[in-house]
């Protein structure tokens, strides 16, 4: 099966109100739970949602990693977090293979990539357990299975600041420029420290602002850039780079 590395989401509706802070980032290398709560509490709007049947309850979710658990929590309060366009899924599944027992707990919604943590957990110290990328797990009888170089609670932040901003309301992508273009960006850009997301695809760097989230991948001498914006204003505020731009929301 061919799977193509993003396929356009739905955008979700504007926010309102003040940008919010990237203070989040301060707190990924010390406690990457709480810079996920901070980035989502502060990204996305409070709703009035009723609590989806299929949810996992409190029992549980108590059974879950302590990342895992987090995360379906703040989107008990964020209900956004289930409509990225490749979610987390709702209830994990149970798997087998190779690698033994693992616990599915997100998916790309194309079926051709699923993301797993061992399970039953190895060992009780396996609080912050490794994930694996599993390719084409549901075609392929000898599937690839990469790990992956973050553990839970960062490859969730990871997975969030990837998703959230393909499903922001507005969106800007460039076309392949020098990477010397980028270099005005980092004036007021601060870099997410983490890993490359999905190195065998784009290998994408995460980078913030208020009210913006942006993704740079680079290869060699060239480079892309992803932009998610909260507001128009926000993102109308990039046209004066004259970047060779794919597509830019007005």
Same mark, same amino acid.
């Given at each position: 099966?061919?799977?193509?590395?993003?396929?356009?989401?739905?955008?979700?509706?504007?926010?309102? !109100?003040?940008?919010?802070?990237?203070?989040?980032?301060?707190?990924? %290398?010390?406690?990457?739970?709480?810079?996920?709560?901070? @980035?989502?509490?502060?990204?996305?709007?409070?709703?009035?949602?009723?609590?989806?049947?299929?949810?996992?309850?409190?029992?549980?979710?108590? !059974?879950?990693?302590?990342? @895992?658990?987090?995360?379906? #929590?703040?989107? #008990?309060?964020?209900?956004?977090?289930?409509?990225?366009?490749?979610?987390? @899924?709702?209830?994990?599944?149970?798997? =087998?293979?190779?690698?033994?027992?693992?616990?599915?707990? +997100?998916?790309?919604?194309?079926?051709?990539?699923?993301? =797993?943590? *061992?399970?039953?957990?190895?060992? *009780?110290?396996?609080?912050?357990?490794?994930?694996?990328?599993?390719?084409?797990?549901?075609?392929?009888?000898?599937?690839?299975?990469?790990?992956?170089?973050? *553990?839970?609670? #960062?490859?969730?932040?990871?997975?969030?600041?990837?998703?959230?901003? !393909?499903?922001?309301?507005?969106?800007?992508?460039?076309?392949?420029?020098?990477?010397?273009?980028?270099?005005?960006?980092?004036?007021?850009?601060?870099?997410?420290?983490?890993?490359? &997301?999905?190195?065998?695809?784009?290998?994408?760097?995460?980078? +913030? +602002?208020?009210? $913006? $989230?942006?993704?740079?991948?680079? %290869?060699?001498?060239?480079?892309?850039?992803?932009?998610?914006?909260?507001?128009?204003?926000?993102?109308?505020?990039?046209?004066?780079?004259?970047? *060779?731009?794919?597509? &830019?929301?007005?």
């Amino acid at each position: 099966m061919t799977c193509t590395p993003w396929s356009s989401p739905t955008a979700v509706a504007s926010a309102t !109100g003040p940008l919010p802070s990237v203070d989040w980032i301060d707190q990924v %290398d010390t406690d990457p739970i709480r810079a996920l709560e901070m @980035l989502v509490l502060g990204w996305y709007p409070a709703e009035d949602t009723k609590l989806d049947q299929e949810a996992l309850t409190d029992d549980e979710l108590v !059974g879950l990693p302590q990342a @895992l658990a987090a995360f379906h #929590r703040l989107a #008990r309060l964020r209900p956004a977090l289930h409509r990225f366009s490749d979610p987390v @899924l709702l209830r994990p599944r149970h798997t =087998s293979g190779p690698l033994g027992g693992r616990l599915v707990f +997100a998916a790309d919604n194309q079926g051709c990539r699923d993301w =797993s943590i *061992p399970w039953p957990p190895q060992h *009780p110290a396996s609080t912050d357990p490794h994930v694996w990328l599993t390719e084409d797990p549901w075609h392929d009888e000898n599937p690839e299975r990469i790990l992956e170089a973050e *553990p839970l609670s #960062r490859f969730l932040l990871q997975f969030t600041l990837h998703e959230a901003s !393909g499903i922001a309301p507005f969106n800007a992508w460039t076309l392949v420029m020098p990477v010397n273009r980028l270099e005005p960006l980092w004036d007021f850009l601060r870099p997410v420290p983490l890993s490359p &997301f999905l190195p065998t695809y784009g290998a994408d760097r995460f980078y +913030a +602002a208020p009210g $913006l $989230l942006a993704s740079v991948s680079v %290869d060699e001498n060239q480079a892309t850039v992803a932009f998610g914006a909260l507001h128009r204003e926000t993102l109308a505020s990039l046209r004066r780079y004259d970047f *060779p731009w794919a597509r &830019f929301d007005e």
